[in-house]
């Protein structure tokens, strides 16, 4: 499978986002990774609904929404009608996971489920089936900038044995601390959509970084 490339705007520079998505698309990046935060799930407050409305008014680019909130039920049709192409929300949520996933199916978009470093990636096992996405969560979900957590490699290698063991068609993201180095590593375990905020932005030549992402 070829790697796909999201790039995470909680790095970009806010006052220029405009210029900054074009920046995206000039890099070859294939996806933009939209981090929602509420300050409930967790203890940081990103953006939402208009910013989402503004990006999609400037790019035709795919958006990846990364909603890490405690209730993503009540704001799926919001975010599938505001610009997001995939909707992904955390199984640590309080919604229903197959709910949620049928009501982004039902919109026309890509629905995906995340797990947070703490929790058994078997939780989501149950929901393989109708997700398209799995987005393994490689720091703690809140901000961008941390290191990379080493042993959430053993849950994306045992996330890919068992979707290739049962003939799963599903997409294995990663997201937190994902460089250059990192890549390689979240590549070899089995993932395919590779998500970086603080290593695209903060490079002078974005390209490059996405090509050495890609390996
Ligand atoms: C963290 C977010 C990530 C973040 C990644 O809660 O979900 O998407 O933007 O940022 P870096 O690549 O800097 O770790
Ligand atoms: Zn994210």
Redesign the pocket.
């Known amino acids: 499978m070829s790697v796909i490339v999201s790039a ?1 705007v ?2 970009a520079d806010f006052c220029r986002l405009g210029e900054e998505l074009d920046r995206i698309r000039l890099s070859g990046a294939e996806h933009i ?1 939209f ?1 929602v ?1 509420d300050g409930v799930f ?1 203890n940081n407050i990103s953006y939402g609904i208009p910013v989402l409305s503004a990006l999609r008014k400037h790019t035709d680019m795919f958006i990846d929404a ?1 909603l ?1 909130i405690i209730d993503p039920m009540k704001y799926i049709d919001a975010f599938a009608d505001n610009g997001a192409d995939m909707i992904t929300f955390h199984v640590e949520s309080k919604s229903d996971p197959d709910k949620a996933l049928d009501a982004i199916h039902a919109k026309g978009k890509l629905a995906g489920i995340s797990v947070k470093p703490a929790t058994p990636i078997d939780a989501i096992y149950p929901y393989l089936h109708k997700a398209d996405n799995i987005l393994v ?1 490689t ?1 703690e ?6 290191g990379f957590i080493p042993e959430n490699v053993e849950k994306i290698k045992a996330l890919k044995s068992y979707i290739d063991e049962n003939g799963i068609n599903v997409h294995i993201q990663a ?4 460089n250059a180095e990192t890549s390689g590593i979240v590549r070899n375990a089995g993932a395919d959509i590779l ?5 695209l932005f903060k490079t002078a030549d974005m390209s490059a970084a996405v090509s050495a992402m890609r390996g």
């Open positions: 995470s909680l790095s990774h981090d935060m967790v990364h890490m969560m720091v979900p809140g901000f961008g900038g941390q997201d937190g601390g994902i998500v970086a905020g603080s290593y």
